[in-house]
């Protein structure tokens, strides 16, 4: 059993044929699909709503990309956060900071994040997080968060592909880390061996699709059955059978996201404390 633990199931890439691609991640063993809830204007997020509430299987999260903070309105929020309290809504994001493309200004950028921490904390309900060329923004603010909160952070640096000073200060904040199909690429091994040095039972599955697919369809588009490939290379990566890492990142993503367990049979379903 497997989790994609992070997918934008509402891409336009999946336009002709989005059906038929969640299909074919049930017939490739997924028990579940995290579809990220993002985009320019509220209608996007409300679609990766939609589309968990029409299957039971898909489950969704719901914020504003930091490439996508300056375009926010001061009543989004309040319907995100409505949206937020929906059954089939399981996390807040992604958010966070990105100063690669800066296609938002870095002070609403951190506001953005700031705000949807808070709404993290106040909805009881995990983070994913987004940062990228902002490491000591990120850690900065996710450690403000940590001081206000009184207690380990919940949620996830989803896409991780820092270095192990970055993965040990998420840890160290209460974090999991999320690996898609990067961790497969040839000149990855700086982050396989960050993979090495941290506890699986804190390590999660994605494919952030329909990008990043892995080796071998690496530059085609990417969709949830392929983190099945995710899965090998970590597998690799540890020295573990794939079963192993298949049940343990499934109970992280379960744990974490309270998934229901009758939908992952074996699953240990542990929820931690969030309220």
């Not at 679609?47 to 375009?71: K, N, Q």
């Amino acid at each position: 059993m497997f989790v994609d633990s992070h997918a934008h199931l509402d891409a336009k890439a999946f336009d002709s044929d989005r059906r038929e691609m969640i299909e074919r991640a049930w017939d490739a063993g997924l028990g579940a699909v995290i579809t990220v809830g993002v985009g320019e204007t509220l209608s996007e997020i409300e679609g990766a709503v939609a589309l968990a509430e029409a299957d039971e299987r898909i489950f969704a999260t719901v914020g504003i990309h930091p490439h996508d903070a300056g375009g926010i309105r001061p009543d989004w929020y309040g319907r995100i956060e409505e949206l937020a309290r929906r059954p089939k809504v399981v996390g807040i994001g992604e958010t966070g900071l990105d100063y690669h493309y800066m296609h938002s200004p870095k002070e609403t950028q951190r506001d953005a994040f700031e705000r949807f921490l808070r709404m993290g904390r106040e909805t009881g309900l995990p983070v994913v997080i987004h940062t990228r060329e902002a490491d000591d923004d990120t850690v900065a603010i996710l450690r403000e968060a940590r001081a206000e909160a009184g207690r380990p952070l919940c949620g996830v640096v989803h896409c991780f592909s820092g270095d192990y000073s970055l993965a040990r200060q998420a840890l160290d904040l209460g974090l999991y880390l999320s690996f898609t199909g990067v961790i497969t690429f040839p000149r990855a091994e700086a982050l396989r061996e960050v993979l090495k040095k941290i506890p699986i039972e804190r390590v999660f599955l994605e494919t952030d699709c329909p990008y990043l697919s892995p080796v071998p369809f690496r530059g085609k588009r990417n969709e949830p059955a392929r983190v099945i490939q995710v899965a090998r290379t970590v597998a690799e990566v540890l020295g573990r059978p794939i079963e192993e890492v298949a049940r343990i990142t499934t109970e992280n993503a379960v744990r974490l996201f309270r998934l229901p367990g009758e939908l992952l049979a074996g699953v240990s379903v542990r929820h931690p404390v969030t309220s």
